[in-house]
């Protein structure tokens, strides 16, 4: 095609913005019957993969004459869920029903819709006998995929009348739970395979795994060969930025 020019006595701007917000929610529960000294398994595996790109270039060969400011900016945002976080903390026991003794609290975030959580896997195995076996496993994958480029090709020409900047950003904020609850009812009405009654006689197993994968790129360049002109006081600016906070705990108990 052909070689673009693009003259203004303004500011002339090339962005891409992209905030992405995602939430996985996994859970995997199983109930042993009140007269079975059997065993009950749950397993929960939950996994989210997000990609994104977000490219803000000047083309080699590219023509552009601004009176102002000449900026390519690429940013991509994963922002952190917190607006109720707190409040779901609070509040999550009135959200589910049953004993709030035998409240599972990995439960009660899921229940109440907790937006601070990007990811939550869950599983929980209960026995309403003493004697029961209980097996909880979950299993958390998440895969965050986000390259952001920003450039000036070689061979392109920038001419402003005041700042030219290059920009990129990688804004990554997560938060991942995997976890597991095992329980067994404590009231057995009498004894239970020699075990007293308010006590358990059967054996718990519980596992939680969490893997994150993050593939992060972040590129602000100037080619080889790209002439660039800012204002006589003015600055020329090319900044790749990452910023990371990432959380992941797993639990089992």
Do not use: W
Request: charged share 20%; hydrophobic share 40%.
């Amino acid at each position: 095609g052909g070689v673009a020019s693009l003259t203004s006595v303004a500011d002339v701007e090339g962005e891409t913005d992209v905030v992405q917000i995602y939430k996985t929610c996994v859970e995997g529960r199983e109930t042993s019957n009140a007269t079975d000294d059997g065993t009950s398994a749950a397993l929960a595996v939950g996994v989210s993969i997000v990609q994104n790109d977000a490219e803000a270039i000047v083309g080699g060969g590219a023509t552009i004459y601004a009176g102002r400011d000449v900026v390519a900016r690429a940013e991509i945002e994963h922002p952190l869920l917190l607006s109720e976080a707190l409040d779901a903390l609070r509040e999550g026991v009135s959200d589910i029903s049953g004993d709030p003794g035998d409240l599972d609290p990995f439960l009660a975030l899921q229940a109440s819709d907790s937006p601070l959580i990007n990811s939550l896997v869950t599983s929980r195995a209960s026995g309403l006998n003493t004697g029961s076996n209980t097996i909880s496993g979950s299993v958390a994958v998440n895969i965050l995929d986000s390259a952001a480029e920003a450039a000036i090709r070689g061979g392109a020409s920038v001419t402003s009348g005041a700042d030219v900047e290059v920009s990129a950003l990688n804004d990554m904020q997560f938060f991942g739970l995997a976890g597991d609850l095992n329980l067994r009812s404590k009231e057995s009405g009498g004894q239970n395979d020699g075990a007293p009654t308010g006590q358990s006689s059967g054996k718990s197993l519980g596992a939680a795994v969490m893997v994150n994968v993050l593939e992060l790129e972040t590129f602000a360049l100037i080619g080889d060969g790209a002439s660039v002109t800012t204002g006589a006081d003015d600055a020329l600016t090319v900044k790749a930025v990452e910023d990371i906070v990432h959380i992941g705990l797993a639990a089992a108990g």
